[in-house]
């Protein structure tokens, strides 16, 4: 088993962080990694991930959620071929600071007969990747948090499109 270990502090809330963490329809809109999950974040449930390594095209994985305790912590499994080759296994967990903000631990372990020669290839981009992930993860909730609100979700963002275009077509209609 292969071990990359990064945290970040956010100065924002548990719940401004936990928002922008499990709203999987944004990661596309500030995730320079994960460009986009498909599923819910709930114990069980299915993942499908789309990821972008720097300077390659994206790549398509599936996952399942294993653990979720809400504003704490967050983790899935993801598998490259059959689980025997490798599995990825990604978590992220969520502190509150005594002194406000929140400390961030975001861990990735590789497993399996594949993970000795990834560990060996791309060990120092997947650390850079996490580190840029947690970067900007860190800037949306900050935002977020001093505007004071949480950020967005795509379903409220499409719901607050939909009133605007209603409202708009009804003021323009005579």
């Known amino acids: 088993m292969h071990q990359i270990r990064t945290e970040i502090l ?7 962080v936990w928002a922008v963490l499990t709203d ?8 320079p990694f994960i460009r986009a999950i498909e599923g819910r974040a709930a114990v069980g449930e299915r993942l499908a991930l ?6 390659s095209d994206t790549q398509r994985s599936q996952g399942v959620v294993l653990r979720l305790q809400p ?6 499994r993801g598998r ?3 689980g025997w080759l490798m599995q990825t296994v990604r978590a992220f967990r969520l502190d509150a600071l005594p002194e406000g903000g929140v400390r961030m ?3 990735r372990q590789v497993r399996g007969l ?20 947690n970067t900007a993860l860190k800037e ?16 409220e963002e499409a719901e607050r499109a939909d009133r605007t275009t209603r409202l708009n077509n009804a003021l323009n209609w005579r």
């Open 24 to 31: 999987f329809r944004s990661y596309g809109r500030w995730n």
């Open 10 to 16: 956010i100065q924002a809330s548990t719940d401004v």
């Open 50 to 55: 789309t990821t972008r390594q720097r300077g």
């Open 80 to 82: 490259g071929g059959s």
């Open 114 to 133: 594949l993970s000795p020669l990834l560990h060996l290839t791309s060990h120092e981009p997947a650390e850079q990747q996490m580190h840029e992930m």
């Open 71 to 76: 504003r704490r912590e967050l983790c899935w």
């Open 105 to 107: 631990r975001h861990v």
């Open 140 to 155: 949306r909730a900050e935002r977020a948090h001093r505007a004071g609100s949480a950020p967005r979700t795509a379903a």
